[in-house]
Nanobody, 124 residues
């Protein structure tokens, strides 16, 4: 069982930055691939970024490439999402997710555990 708790969301002006954190419980954190998803008002949950269990590979959706960076610190059981050059369309609730056997990183069904989310609001 893995429990995930996100933090770091808030209100920021367009062009600003935020760093989200996702703290995981459990001693097997390092064996899980980690993903970040977001869900805006009236929208479906969408893939943002992911990182492999060993941290050697990361994946971003096209709309955030060059602006968002996902990383992890297995010693701290934490995964991060550094978000720069934020735009109003990035406003959403951001969720982290953990998956034991993820092959298709953008696919929601690949993940076993989810956090409650943290709100990110970008003002224009």
């Amino acid at each position: 069982q893995v429990q995930l708790v996100e933090s770091g969301g808030g209100l920021v002006q367009a062009g600003g930055s935020l760093r989200l954190s996702c703290a995981a419980s459990g001693r097997t954190f390092s064996t899980y691939a980690m993903g970040w998803f977001r869900q805006g008002p009236g929208k479906e949950r969408e893939f943002v970024a992911a990182i492999s269990w060993i941290g050697g590979r990361s994946y971003n959706t096209d709309s955030v490439k060059g602006r968002f960076t996902v990383s992890r610190d297995n010693a701290k059981n934490t995964v991060y999402l550094q978000m720069n050059s934020l735009k109003p369309e990035d406003s959403a609730v951001y969720h982290c997710a953990a998956g034991r056997s993820v092959r298709n990183y953008p696919k929601i069904e690949e993940y076993d555990y989810w956090g409650q989310g943290t709100q990110v609001t970008v003002s224009s």
